[in-house]
């Protein structure tokens, strides 16, 4: 499989006590946070692209647009999909959705920049 438009990632996820709003303190009730939410868009395009590019190279996230429209209910099971809409070069474009059982609750575009790991640590130092 290669990085092409069109490409999709699903990966499911559990509303543990640590992913609640409550918890992150963006809320005060016991549901999935939007960090949490976020978190685990990107990490849905992060954990799928790092399979497809070389040991040497990773994405880092360098944007999020996003809408969180429904709760989810803590100890619910979230499915996140992210399918790649464009890509400019190092710089991968998503459009990112996710669903509890049937019903959207959230959705946007997520962008991604592939890095070389040595590179990009060494320009932090």
């Not at 803590?74 to 992210?82: C, G, K, R, Y």
Request: aromatic share 10%; glycine share 6%.
């Amino acid at each position: 499989m290669s990085l092409k438009p069109g490409l999709i990632f699903r990966e499911k996820y559990i509303v543990t006590s640590e992913y609640t709003a409550k918890h992150l303190g963006s809320g005060g009730v016991e549901v999935l946070a939007t960090p949490a939410m976020i978190l685990f868009m990107e990490h849905t395009c992060r954990v799928n692209l790092d399979n497809l590019l070389t040991p040497d190279q990773t994405t880092v996230g360098i944007h999020v647009d996003v809408y969180h429209v429904k709760p989810a209910p803590i100890n619910s099971e979230i499915l996140v999909e992210a399918k790649l809409l464009e890509i400019d070069g190092r710089r991968l474009i998503f459009y990112v959705t996710a669903y509890w059982k049937d019903k959207l609750i959230g959705y946007g575009i997520h962008e991604r920049y592939i890095v070389d790991k040595e590179d990009f640590i060494r320009r932090i130092r």
